[in-house]
Protein backbone atom coordinates (compact mmCIF):
# COMPACT_ATOMS: atom_id res chain seq x y z
CA UNK A 1 0.00 0.00 0.00
CA UNK A 2 1.31 3.39 -0.43
CA UNK A 3 -1.33 5.28 1.45
CA UNK A 4 0.05 6.64 4.30
CA UNK A 5 -1.70 6.35 7.99
CA UNK A 6 -3.42 9.24 8.81
CA UNK A 7 -3.19 10.56 12.25
CA UNK A 8 -6.41 10.73 14.64
CA UNK A 9 -4.54 13.60 16.39
CA UNK A 10 -5.45 16.08 14.15
CA UNK A 11 -6.24 19.17 16.46
CA UNK A 12 -7.29 20.11 20.33
CA UNK A 13 -11.19 19.21 20.39
CA UNK A 14 -13.54 21.47 21.26
CA UNK A 15 -16.59 20.70 24.15
CA UNK A 16 -18.76 19.77 21.58
CA UNK A 17 -17.33 16.38 21.18
CA UNK A 18 -17.36 15.64 24.90
CA UNK A 19 -20.97 17.04 24.61
CA UNK A 20 -22.21 14.50 22.42
CA UNK A 21 -20.55 12.25 24.43
CA UNK A 22 -22.64 13.38 27.83
CA UNK A 23 -25.46 13.10 25.40
CA UNK A 24 -24.96 9.44 24.80
CA UNK A 25 -24.37 8.80 28.29
CA UNK A 26 -27.15 10.32 30.10
CA UNK A 27 -29.54 8.42 27.05
CA UNK A 28 -28.17 5.58 28.15
CA UNK A 29 -28.37 5.88 31.85
CA UNK A 30 -32.07 6.90 30.84
CA UNK A 31 -32.63 3.91 29.27
CA UNK A 32 -30.97 1.74 32.43
CA UNK A 33 -33.46 3.30 34.84
CA UNK A 34 -36.08 1.56 33.35
CA UNK A 35 -35.62 -2.22 33.85
CA UNK A 36 -34.36 -0.59 37.72
CA UNK A 37 -38.02 0.93 38.46
CA UNK A 38 -39.33 -2.44 37.13
CA UNK A 39 -37.47 -4.66 39.37
CA UNK A 40 -35.11 -5.82 37.45
CA UNK A 41 -32.38 -6.95 39.97
CA UNK A 42 -29.82 -8.13 38.02
CA UNK A 43 -25.77 -7.48 39.11
CA UNK A 44 -24.91 -6.79 35.15
CA UNK A 45 -27.90 -4.04 35.02
CA UNK A 46 -26.55 -2.37 38.06
CA UNK A 47 -22.60 -2.62 37.25
CA UNK A 48 -23.98 -0.78 33.52
CA UNK A 49 -25.61 2.05 35.28
CA UNK A 50 -22.41 2.53 37.40
CA UNK A 51 -20.02 2.46 34.63
CA UNK A 52 -22.38 4.41 32.61
CA UNK A 53 -22.27 7.17 35.42
CA UNK A 54 -18.65 7.24 35.30
CA UNK A 55 -18.62 7.78 31.13
CA UNK A 56 -21.38 11.00 31.76
CA UNK A 57 -18.76 12.55 34.00
CA UNK A 58 -15.50 11.90 32.30
CA UNK A 59 -17.34 13.24 29.30
CA UNK A 60 -18.24 16.56 32.17
CA UNK A 61 -14.68 16.70 33.12
CA UNK A 62 -13.58 16.97 29.66
CA UNK A 63 -16.17 19.47 28.53
CA UNK A 64 -15.02 21.59 30.98
CA UNK A 65 -11.47 21.23 30.86
CA UNK A 66 -9.85 20.95 27.41
CA UNK A 67 -6.39 19.88 29.10
CA UNK A 68 -8.16 16.84 30.46
CA UNK A 69 -9.09 15.69 26.91
CA UNK A 70 -7.13 12.58 26.72
CA UNK A 71 -7.26 10.80 30.33
CA UNK A 72 -11.33 11.84 30.42
CA UNK A 73 -11.83 10.56 26.86
CA UNK A 74 -10.08 7.29 27.15
CA UNK A 75 -12.24 6.74 30.77
CA UNK A 76 -15.56 7.70 28.65
CA UNK A 77 -14.18 4.91 26.13
CA UNK A 78 -13.58 2.63 28.40
CA UNK A 79 -16.10 2.53 30.86
CA UNK A 80 -18.91 2.94 27.88
CA UNK A 81 -16.96 -0.29 26.67
CA UNK A 82 -18.24 -2.08 29.79
CA UNK A 83 -21.23 -0.85 29.39
CA UNK A 84 -21.93 -3.11 26.05
CA UNK A 85 -20.04 -6.22 27.47
CA UNK A 86 -22.26 -5.50 30.24
CA UNK A 87 -25.89 -4.83 28.27
CA UNK A 88 -25.17 -7.25 25.42
CA UNK A 89 -24.79 -10.24 28.59
CA UNK A 90 -27.75 -9.16 30.07
CA UNK A 91 -29.76 -9.01 26.80
CA UNK A 92 -27.91 -12.30 26.09
CA UNK A 93 -29.77 -13.55 29.57
CA UNK A 94 -33.40 -12.58 28.63
CA UNK A 95 -33.36 -9.17 29.72
CA UNK A 96 -34.57 -6.85 27.43
CA UNK A 97 -36.78 -4.36 29.12
CA UNK A 98 -39.71 -4.59 26.31
CA UNK A 99 -41.61 -1.18 25.97
CA UNK A 100 -44.32 -0.54 23.37
CA UNK A 101 -43.92 1.46 20.45
CA UNK A 102 -46.15 3.19 18.55
CA UNK A 103 -47.39 1.31 15.63
CA UNK A 104 -45.73 -1.40 15.85
CA UNK A 105 -47.51 -4.61 17.73
CA UNK A 106 -44.42 -5.86 19.03
CA UNK A 107 -42.90 -4.67 22.45
CA UNK A 108 -39.19 -3.20 21.33
CA UNK A 109 -36.53 -4.21 23.60
CA UNK A 110 -35.11 -1.21 25.01
CA UNK A 111 -31.57 -2.63 26.49
CA UNK A 112 -31.13 -3.46 22.15
CA UNK A 113 -31.17 0.56 21.99
CA UNK A 114 -28.97 1.15 25.01
CA UNK A 115 -26.76 -1.17 23.77
CA UNK A 116 -25.82 0.75 20.66
CA UNK A 117 -26.40 4.58 22.23
CA UNK A 118 -23.11 3.00 24.53
CA UNK A 119 -21.25 2.06 21.16
CA UNK A 120 -22.00 4.80 19.64
CA UNK A 121 -20.25 6.99 23.38
CA UNK A 122 -17.67 3.75 22.98
CA UNK A 123 -16.53 5.71 19.57
CA UNK A 124 -16.74 9.26 20.73
CA UNK A 125 -15.16 8.76 23.55
CA UNK A 126 -12.12 7.46 21.31
CA UNK A 127 -12.30 10.07 19.09
CA UNK A 128 -11.96 12.73 21.75
CA UNK A 129 -8.95 11.17 23.37
CA UNK A 130 -7.48 11.00 20.52
CA UNK A 131 -7.89 14.62 19.38
CA UNK A 132 -10.88 14.52 16.83
CA UNK A 133 -12.76 18.01 16.58
CA UNK A 134 -15.91 18.16 15.55
CA UNK A 135 -15.51 18.47 11.90
CA UNK A 136 -13.00 15.26 12.24
CA UNK A 137 -16.15 13.50 13.75
CA UNK A 138 -18.44 14.75 11.16
CA UNK A 139 -16.08 13.62 8.23
CA UNK A 140 -15.22 9.91 10.08
CA UNK A 141 -18.85 9.39 10.59
CA UNK A 142 -19.89 10.40 7.10
CA UNK A 143 -17.41 8.05 5.49
CA UNK A 144 -17.84 5.12 7.50
CA UNK A 145 -21.63 5.18 7.03
CA UNK A 146 -20.48 5.57 3.25
CA UNK A 147 -18.58 1.98 3.87
CA UNK A 148 -20.48 0.82 6.00
CA UNK A 149 -23.41 1.02 2.81
CA UNK A 150 -20.64 -0.17 0.64
CA UNK A 151 -20.58 -3.35 2.58
CA UNK A 152 -24.32 -4.14 2.84
CA UNK A 153 -24.40 -3.47 -1.02
CA UNK A 154 -21.58 -6.05 -1.31
CA UNK A 155 -24.13 -8.44 0.61
CA UNK A 156 -27.62 -7.72 -1.38
CA UNK A 157 -25.80 -7.38 -4.85
CA UNK A 158 -24.37 -11.19 -4.18
CA UNK A 159 -28.35 -12.30 -3.57
CA UNK A 160 -29.11 -10.74 -6.24
CA UNK A 161 -26.56 -12.08 -8.37
CA UNK A 162 -27.67 -15.11 -7.44
CA UNK A 163 -31.49 -14.74 -8.33
CA UNK A 164 -30.02 -13.64 -11.87
CA UNK A 165 -28.33 -16.76 -11.97
CA UNK A 166 -30.92 -19.32 -10.70
CA UNK A 167 -34.06 -17.87 -12.72
CA UNK A 168 -33.40 -18.70 -16.19
CA UNK A 169 -32.25 -21.85 -15.13
CA UNK A 170 -35.83 -22.48 -13.09
CA UNK A 171 -37.56 -21.47 -15.90
CA UNK A 172 -35.90 -24.14 -18.17
CA UNK A 173 -35.21 -27.02 -16.03
CA UNK A 174 -37.00 -26.14 -12.36
CA UNK A 175 -35.87 -25.55 -8.85
CA UNK A 176 -32.47 -27.17 -8.70
CA UNK A 177 -31.36 -29.38 -5.90
CA UNK A 178 -30.06 -27.98 -2.56
CA UNK A 179 -26.07 -28.67 -3.20
CA UNK A 180 -26.80 -27.27 -7.37
CA UNK A 181 -28.15 -24.15 -5.38
CA UNK A 182 -25.22 -23.47 -3.49
CA UNK A 183 -22.92 -23.49 -6.54
CA UNK A 184 -25.31 -21.01 -7.70
CA UNK A 185 -25.28 -19.10 -4.46
CA UNK A 186 -21.09 -18.83 -4.55
CA UNK A 187 -20.90 -17.78 -7.98
CA UNK A 188 -23.51 -15.21 -7.14
CA UNK A 189 -21.19 -13.98 -4.29
CA UNK A 190 -18.32 -13.71 -6.66
CA UNK A 191 -19.89 -11.99 -9.12
CA UNK A 192 -21.76 -9.76 -6.97
CA UNK A 193 -19.15 -8.91 -4.70
CA UNK A 194 -16.94 -8.86 -7.16
CA UNK A 195 -19.10 -6.12 -9.53
CA UNK A 196 -19.14 -3.80 -5.75
CA UNK A 197 -15.62 -3.94 -5.54
CA UNK A 198 -14.94 -2.65 -8.98
CA UNK A 199 -17.74 -0.26 -8.99
CA UNK A 200 -15.70 1.15 -5.89
CA UNK A 201 -12.83 1.63 -7.29
CA UNK A 202 -13.96 2.76 -10.76
CA UNK A 203 -15.70 5.99 -9.16
CA UNK A 204 -12.99 6.44 -6.57
CA UNK A 205 -10.75 6.69 -10.10
CA UNK A 206 -8.60 3.65 -8.47
CA UNK A 207 -6.80 1.30 -11.26
CA UNK A 208 -6.49 -2.64 -10.59
CA UNK A 209 -2.94 -1.43 -8.22
CA UNK A 210 -5.13 -0.81 -5.52
CA UNK A 211 -5.55 -4.40 -5.26
CA UNK A 212 -2.84 -5.65 -2.82
CA UNK A 213 -2.51 -8.90 -5.13
CA UNK A 214 0.91 -9.93 -4.26
CA UNK A 215 2.49 -13.69 -4.81
CA UNK A 216 3.01 -14.69 -0.52
CA UNK A 217 7.02 -14.71 0.68
CA UNK A 218 7.97 -16.59 3.62
CA UNK A 219 7.05 -13.95 6.00
CA UNK A 220 3.41 -14.42 4.72
CA UNK A 221 3.19 -18.10 5.04
CA UNK A 222 4.54 -17.69 8.16
CA UNK A 223 1.70 -14.79 8.93
CA UNK A 224 -0.66 -17.04 7.27
CA UNK A 225 0.00 -20.11 9.16
CA UNK A 226 0.28 -18.20 12.53
CA UNK A 227 -3.11 -16.44 11.70
CA UNK A 228 -4.95 -19.66 10.79
CA UNK A 229 -3.25 -20.73 14.79
CA UNK A 230 -4.52 -17.45 16.23
CA UNK A 231 -8.10 -17.44 14.69
CA UNK A 232 -8.62 -20.79 16.01
CA UNK A 233 -6.93 -20.35 19.58
CA UNK A 234 -9.09 -16.85 19.51
CA UNK A 235 -12.51 -19.09 19.09
CA UNK A 236 -11.40 -21.53 21.90
CA UNK A 237 -11.14 -18.96 24.17
CA UNK A 238 -13.94 -16.93 23.05
CA UNK A 239 -16.05 -20.01 23.54
CA UNK A 240 -14.35 -21.04 26.99
CA UNK A 241 -15.65 -17.11 28.26
CA UNK A 242 -19.18 -17.84 26.72
CA UNK A 243 -19.63 -21.66 28.36
CA UNK A 244 -17.92 -20.21 31.78
CA UNK A 245 -20.22 -17.19 31.79
CA UNK A 246 -23.16 -18.92 30.29
CA UNK A 247 -24.01 -16.58 27.18
CA UNK A 248 -25.84 -18.52 24.43
CA UNK A 249 -24.80 -18.01 20.70
CA UNK A 250 -26.71 -17.89 17.67
CA UNK A 251 -25.97 -20.16 15.02
CA UNK A 252 -24.90 -19.25 11.59
CA UNK A 253 -27.91 -20.51 9.06
CA UNK A 254 -25.92 -22.17 7.27
CA UNK A 255 -25.89 -24.62 10.17
CA UNK A 256 -29.42 -25.43 10.62
CA UNK A 257 -29.75 -25.84 6.46
CA UNK A 258 -26.77 -29.02 6.47
CA UNK A 259 -28.74 -30.58 9.07
CA UNK A 260 -31.46 -31.02 6.79
CA UNK A 261 -28.75 -31.29 3.84
CA UNK A 262 -25.04 -32.08 4.83
CA UNK A 263 -24.14 -32.23 1.34
CA UNK A 264 -24.16 -28.34 0.86
CA UNK A 265 -21.00 -28.66 3.02
CA UNK A 266 -19.09 -30.32 0.58
CA UNK A 267 -19.91 -27.65 -1.84
CA UNK A 268 -18.67 -24.98 0.92
CA UNK A 269 -15.35 -26.02 2.10
CA UNK A 270 -14.30 -25.43 -1.42
CA UNK A 271 -15.40 -22.66 -1.91
CA UNK A 272 -14.15 -21.06 1.68
CA UNK A 273 -10.79 -21.17 0.13
CA UNK A 274 -12.20 -20.22 -3.75
CA UNK A 275 -14.86 -17.71 -3.07
CA UNK A 276 -15.80 -16.70 0.42
CA UNK A 277 -12.04 -15.78 1.71
CA UNK A 278 -10.56 -13.93 -1.44
CA UNK A 279 -14.55 -12.29 -2.29
CA UNK A 280 -15.11 -11.03 1.41
CA UNK A 281 -11.81 -9.82 1.81
CA UNK A 282 -11.68 -8.14 -1.42
CA UNK A 283 -14.66 -5.93 -0.88
CA UNK A 284 -14.02 -5.98 3.11
CA UNK A 285 -10.48 -5.30 3.93
CA UNK A 286 -8.67 -4.15 0.85
CA UNK A 287 -11.45 -1.91 -0.17
CA UNK A 288 -13.42 -0.95 3.30
CA UNK A 289 -10.47 -1.45 5.29
CA UNK A 290 -7.79 0.08 2.98
CA UNK A 291 -10.48 3.06 2.29
CA UNK A 292 -11.11 4.07 6.37
CA UNK A 293 -7.08 4.46 5.86
CA UNK A 294 -8.03 7.93 4.93
CA UNK A 295 -9.45 9.16 7.36
CA UNK A 296 -8.60 6.91 10.78
CA UNK A 297 -5.45 5.82 11.85
CA UNK A 298 -4.79 2.23 10.45
CA UNK A 299 -5.56 0.42 14.01
CA UNK A 300 -8.78 2.79 13.72
CA UNK A 301 -9.47 1.55 10.34
CA UNK A 302 -9.19 -2.07 11.48
CA UNK A 303 -12.05 -1.83 14.51
CA UNK A 304 -14.41 0.29 12.01
CA UNK A 305 -14.22 -2.05 9.40
CA UNK A 306 -14.57 -4.46 11.62
CA UNK A 307 -17.84 -3.50 12.72
CA UNK A 308 -18.96 -3.14 9.72
CA UNK A 309 -18.22 -6.55 9.00
CA UNK A 310 -19.55 -7.97 12.09
CA UNK A 311 -22.86 -5.80 11.39
CA UNK A 312 -23.20 -7.05 7.33
CA UNK A 313 -23.15 -10.86 9.11
CA UNK A 314 -26.72 -9.76 11.47
CA UNK A 315 -28.72 -11.77 8.68
CA UNK A 316 -27.04 -14.38 8.91
CA UNK A 317 -26.83 -15.21 12.51
CA UNK A 318 -30.74 -13.67 12.82
CA UNK A 319 -31.60 -17.34 13.90
CA UNK A 320 -32.19 -17.09 17.25
CA UNK A 321 -32.83 -13.91 19.95
CA UNK A 322 -31.58 -10.43 20.14
CA UNK A 323 -28.91 -11.52 22.74
CA UNK A 324 -28.03 -14.72 21.00
CA UNK A 325 -27.37 -12.69 17.78
CA UNK A 326 -25.06 -10.14 19.68
CA UNK A 327 -22.91 -12.90 20.77
CA UNK A 328 -22.65 -14.81 17.68
CA UNK A 329 -21.69 -11.08 16.02
CA UNK A 330 -19.17 -10.61 19.01
CA UNK A 331 -17.40 -13.29 18.04
CA UNK A 332 -17.50 -12.41 14.05
CA UNK A 333 -15.99 -9.02 15.58
CA UNK A 334 -13.28 -10.90 17.21
CA UNK A 335 -11.73 -12.77 14.59
CA UNK A 336 -12.33 -9.50 11.81
CA UNK A 337 -9.92 -7.96 13.94
CA UNK A 338 -7.31 -10.74 13.37
CA UNK A 339 -7.77 -10.87 10.44
CA UNK A 340 -7.84 -7.08 9.75
CA UNK A 341 -4.33 -6.82 12.10
CA UNK A 342 -2.50 -9.13 9.58
CA UNK A 343 -3.76 -7.27 6.53
CA UNK A 344 -2.44 -4.07 8.07
CA UNK A 345 0.77 -5.92 9.12
CA UNK A 346 1.36 -7.74 5.18
CA UNK A 347 -0.42 -5.51 2.81
CA UNK A 348 -1.27 -8.42 0.70
CA UNK A 349 -4.57 -9.53 0.46
CA UNK A 350 -3.72 -13.32 -0.60
CA UNK A 351 -2.55 -13.92 3.35
CA UNK A 352 -6.06 -12.94 4.86
CA UNK A 353 -8.04 -14.51 2.38
CA UNK A 354 -6.45 -17.61 2.50
CA UNK A 355 -6.64 -17.55 6.47
CA UNK A 356 -10.24 -16.83 6.30
CA UNK A 357 -10.76 -19.52 3.82
CA UNK A 358 -9.09 -21.88 5.56
CA UNK A 359 -10.87 -20.82 8.87
CA UNK A 360 -14.26 -21.63 7.11
CA UNK A 361 -13.29 -24.96 5.74
CA UNK A 362 -12.16 -26.13 8.81
CA UNK A 363 -15.21 -25.15 10.32
CA UNK A 364 -17.21 -26.53 7.64
CA UNK A 365 -15.62 -29.66 7.49
CA UNK A 366 -15.83 -30.07 11.08
CA UNK A 367 -19.94 -29.62 10.70
CA UNK A 368 -19.99 -32.16 7.93
CA UNK A 369 -18.04 -35.00 10.19
CA UNK A 370 -20.64 -34.17 12.86
CA UNK A 371 -23.51 -33.84 10.92
CA UNK A 372 -23.07 -36.57 7.95
Not at 48 to 69: E, K, M
Not at 130 to 146: F, K, M
Not at 213 to 234: C, H, M, Q, Y
Not at 237 to 252: A, L, N, P, R
Request: glycine share 10%; hydrophobic share 55%.
Amino acid sequence: MTETARSDAVSVPSAVVPGIGIFLSAVVLATLFVPVNRGVDDPAIWASVGFATVATLAFLVGATAVANSRTSGWIGAASSTVVVLLVGYALNQGITAPVSVPLVSTPAPLLFATFCVAGLATGIGAAYAVGVDITGLVVRSAYTALLSAVGAVGLVSAQFATLFLLLPIVLAAGMPSMPQFMVLSQIGMAVGTGVVAGGYLLVRQFDLSYIDLEIPSKRDVLWTVGGIIVLFGALFVISTVFYTTGVESSDHGTAQQAEENPEILLVLIPASLLVIGPFEELLYRNVIQKSLYETFSRYGAVVVGSVIFAAVHVLAYATAGVGEVIASLGVVFGLSIVLGIIYERTENLVVPALIHGAYNAILFANLYLSVA
